[in-house]
């Protein structure tokens, strides 16, 4: 039976799965088979339209080898109907799982159907009964560390009266000037303890969840791109210098259907080197662009996604902005950003240590890539891509800058490759682009290459 950790919060809305993302992910560097349990979901597994967001995120890992179905407890109803019945059909099911895995990553329940104090008590009597130690996810969102702490204390406390055991405590999403001092405080407790960064792509979400809101419809660009994150609503429903100096990275722009001059403009500035490149265009009232603007549009083989909705731009904007994202497997921008900060800021060694998962002698593929990624982070090396304008390159640099692995330097004419890097949707910012046509070191290179091949005559 694999060893396993329970990851729970007292609330909703923490940021858990990102950590559980993270959790999962460092234990598949140690172990070949990691397995994910979901003691309580909402619905049955048989309605897969209603899939469970966070078990399909963990499911999808290359490290997890059991399905949906298999990975599952009980629902919601059987849990209020029945808890008791509820607890033994869930230790069964989790057995189930543990018997074919080496570690196992126990996800708590959501607070989405369940919302009262009793929820965590009932999650620290599923962790007991399973003997999971429980790492807790608080939310830093709008609290001062000496409240993270307390919360902290609060659950340990219900924890023991369940007979159930604090293995960690991870303060996620803690605004940047709170870090330092949530640390401090929470470095006094008996457990592991560690602060995450509000992250703002991570609750982003999705064009396609815009669109939804909206009852929009994908009029041009990529049905590709509907998965990039917004980052924040525009309405541009002022002159063009204005709306200029409003967009921001990732924003969605509501512009009326009947100002064609402010879309061109917007979608200029998305392919301009000089201003930000936002995630999608939304036309609303329900007018339909001029047949010139259309024909202009369509030779110029932009690829933005733009979407039509018959909603007016004070209800569209109101829809826009209530949406909230969430972290899944269709948003590879996200999962590469969670991976990266929950890295970045856990000591994962640390962490499986404490948790006693020892290494396999089998080295899987995976395995093997995370050894990569460990070697080329602690080496940090400044990589230099030459074919900076084909799509395959970009695609790659978007994904090793999001890891962290590298500095890269993409070599090519900077309007293309910033063109194309916005026509995929890679967000390639914190690489260098460098014309090698124009560039000052050409003829330092030109002199050091004659150098090194005159003896070839």
């Excluded at 008791?84 to 057995?95: C, F, P, Q």
């Excluded at 929009?216 to 990039?228: I, M, P, Q, S």
């Excluded at 002698?361 to 900076?388: C, K, N, W």
């Amino acid at each position: 039976m694999g060893r396993s950790v329970y990851v729970a919060s007292l609330e909703g809305n923490t940021g858990k799965s990102a950590v559980a993302l993270g959790v999962l992910n460092a234990l598949s560097r140690r172990v070949e088979r990691v397995g994910v349990f979901r003691p309580v979901i909402r619905t049955e597994p048989s309605h897969p339209e209603h899939h469970d967001a966070v078990l399909d995120l963990l499911v999808a890992h290359d490290a997890v080898h059991l399905d949906y179905d298999s990975c599952v407890g009980v629902t919601y109803d059987q849990a209020h109907a029945d808890p008791a019945a509820a607890l033994d059909l869930v230790v069964e099911r989790y057995h189930r799982v543990a018997d074919a895995s080496d570690a196992v990553v126990v996800v708590g329940s959501d607070y989405t159907d369940v919302g009262t104090p009793t929820e965590f008590s009932y999650n620290a009597r599923i962790a007991a009964n399973l003997g999971a130690p429980v790492l807790l996810v608080l939310s830093g969102r709008g609290r001062t560390p000496t409240e993270l702490s307390a919360m902290a204390d609060l659950a340990a406390t219900e924890l023991t009266a369940s007979h159930g055991s604090l293995f960690a405590v991870i303060a996620n999403r803690v605004q940047p000037d709170h870090l330092e001092d949530a640390r401090a405080t929470l470095a006094g407790k008996d457990v592991l303890t560690a602060v995450l960064p509000e992250e703002p792509i991570l609750s982003a979400p999705s064009v396609e969840d815009l669109m939804a809101a909206c009852d929009g419809r994908l009029v041009r660009g990529e049905d590709a791109l509907l998965t990039r994150e917004a980052t924040g609503v525009i309405v541009a429903a002022m002159t063009m210098p204005h709306v200029l100096d409003r967009l921001f990275d990732g924003a969605m722009v509501i512009v009326p259907g009947d100002r064609p001059e402010v879309v061109l403009g917007v979608l200029m500035a998305h392919h301009s080197t000089s201003f930000p490149q936002v995630s999608g265009i939304v036309l609303n009232g329900g007018f339909d662009l001029p047949d010139q603007v259309s024909r202009l549009l369509e030779g110029t083989g932009a690829r933005l996604p733009m979407i039509a909705t018959e909603h007016g731009t004070h209800e569209t904007a109101a829809r826009l902005s209530s949406v909230r994202g969430r972290l899944d497997p269709g948003s590879p921008r996200k999962v590469g950003v969670a991976l990266n900060l929950f890295e970045e800021h856990i000591d994962t060694d640390t962490l499986l240590d404490r948790l006693e998962v020892a290494p396999t002698s089998a080295v899987t593929p995976l395995m093997f890539e995370h050894q990569l990624l460990d070697a080329a982070r602690s080496s940090r090396r400044h990589i230099v891509l030459p074919e900076g304008e084909e799509e395959r390159i970009l695609q790659a640099a978007d994904l090793l800058l999001r890891r962290g692995v590298a500095d890269l330097t993409l070599l090519g004419d900077p309007v293309t490759i910033t063109n194309r890097a916005a026509g995929i949707g890679a967000d390639i910012a914190a690489a260098t682009l460098l014309d090698p046509r124009e560039s000052d070191l050409k003829e330092r290179f030109a002199e050091e290459y004659h150098r090194r091949r005159q003896h070839k005559g």
